[in-house]
């Protein structure tokens, strides 16, 4: 069963930085596409940016310059970089990984899910 686990999530004042990490086991790391979303209270889970297996990039505009995402494949780990927090960055981060060629930016093109963490940023 492939597991994904997020850690790194917490509390921060806006104008803050975050890293949020997802580990991956019991999958071939570098042949999964790595997606993180995001979801606030009250709100639908939307995309935040994903990872392609050869590392190419793409974000949703309202993270873009602002977040990184990186990965690690001999430690089967992937990374979300989060700069210049806003209060509206509030939410659970969720990584979610498919096997693929490409960087999806659709939830249901996922099919392994983490369980997510929470992100806070205070004004």
């Known amino acids: 069963q492939v597991q994904l686990v997020e850690s790194g999530g917490g509390l921060v004042q806006a104008g803050g930085s975050l890293r949020v990490s997802c580990a991956a086991s019991r999958l071939t790391f570098s042949t999964y596409a790595v997606g993180w979303f995001r979801q606030a209270p009250g709100k639908e889970r939307e995309f935040v940016g994903a990872i392609s297996r050869i590392g190419e990039t793409v974000y949703a505009d309202s993270v873009k310059g602002r977040f990184t995402i990186a990965r690690d494949n001999a430690k089967n780990t992937a990374y979300l970089q989060m700069n210049t927090l806003k209060p509206e960055d509030t939410a659970i981060y969720y990584c979610?990984?498919?096997?693929?060629?490409?960087?999806?930016?659709?939830?249901?093109?996922?099919?392994?899910w983490g369980q997510g963490t929470q992100v806070t940023v205070s004004s």
């Open positions: 979610a990984a498919r096997v693929t060629l490409l960087a999806p930016t659709t939830s249901r093109q996922y099919n392994y």
